[in-house]
Every structure is written in structure tokens, then in C-alpha cells.
């Protein structure tokens, strides 16, 4: 008997990229439509919240430093109105305040702005197939190769450092 979900054509996994330089945001969100991702950008908090409720994305790569509402509160309230919804904030600081105030507003981690889109891939591909909910890649990830370009990235992830044995 065939499976009712194997049946169904998968579509892709849907992200949110709200920033306000149009360099930065035309870069990543090529990067990962060639990726197979379908990409929605967003110039604001107002604008990305929006999006958030009509298209239930996958993830959501948000600016910390939006102009209008911060990304920073704009996060906050991604996160209570969508609880399960992965957001990364992308800054050029990373300091420990900043790393503390990532954590407290809901982010998932705190990325550094420079990275490559291999790197937000990588950050995207751990925060994903950490959530207990089912993944939407279409490739199993015992399947999938490393991403192709990825370089050594400096994220700083809000769980702390681990622990050497």
C-alpha cells in the first residue's frame, strides 16, 4: 500500500530573509535558491511578521540591527506568536551582550553578518533537524553531502561552549 505522504510532491523548504542592505540580501538569498529553498525577503519587522503568518516558513534569517522595529524585538515577537519557528539573527557584534540578548529574545543563534550563505546553511541544517518536528528537506540528511564552498564559520551558537573530554 503506498504511503499517503510519499505520494505528495514535496515542495521546498520556505525561508524568511528580512534585511535592510539590498546587497547583503540579493548574495544570501541567491545562495540558497540555488540550494532549492523558496526565499521571501522582507525590508522590515512589520513586513517579516506578515510573512511569518501568511507562509509558515520553514526558518526565519533576521538583521539584529533593522531599521524601524529592531530585529531584536522583531524576533521576540516571531517567537511568541510562532514558538516553534527557528530565527537567526545575523549581527556584526558579536559580543557576549549580545550573544545573552540573542538568547533572551528567542533566537536560535546569533550569526555573524559576514558569514557566507554555506555558513547560514550549515546553522540552518543544525537548528532545523534540532527541532522535534519533522524536517522539511526533501533529501535525508544521512544522504546529503557537505554543502559545496563551505568555508570555516564563527558562529557563535547560544547553547555555550562544549565541553571537552
Known amino acids: 500500500m503506498l504511503n499517503v505522504l510519499e505520494s505528495l510532491p514535496l515542495s521546498p523548504p520556505c525561508l524568511i530573509l528580512s534585511h535592510a542592505n539590498a546587497a547583503y540580501t540579493a548574495l544570501i538569498a541567491r545562495g540558497f535558491r540555488r540550494l532549492g529553498w523558496g526565499i521571501y525577503t522582507a525590508r522590515n519587522g512589520t513586513e517579516t511578521r506578515r510573512l511569518a503568518r501568511i507562509l509558515k516558513p ?63 546553511t550549515e546553522e540552518l541544517d543544525k537548528t532545523l533537524w534540532n527541532r522535534s518536528i519533522l524536517c522539511p ?29
Do not use: M
Request: aromatic share 4%; charged share 15%.
Open 58 to 120: 520553514d526558518a526565519v534569517i533576521l538583521q539584529a540591527e533593522l531599521p524601524e522595529e529592531s530585529g531584536w524585538l522583531t524576533c521576540v515577537k516571531l517567537t511568541s506568536e510562532h514558538p516553534l519557528l527557528p530565527v537567526i539573527l545575523v549581527s556584526d557584534n558579536l559580543s557576549p551582550c549580545n550573544q545573552e540578548l540573542a538568547a533572551f529574545v528567542g533566537a536560535r543563534v546569533l550569526v555573524c553578518q559576514a558569514e557566507s550563505t554555506a555558513s547560514l
Open 137 to 165: 528537506y526533501s533529501v535525508p540528511r544521512s544522504q546529503r553531502g557537505p554543502i559545496k564552498g563551505s568555508i570555516p564559520c564563527s558562529v557563535q551558537t547560544l547553547a555555550g561552549p562544549s565541553k571537552s573530554s
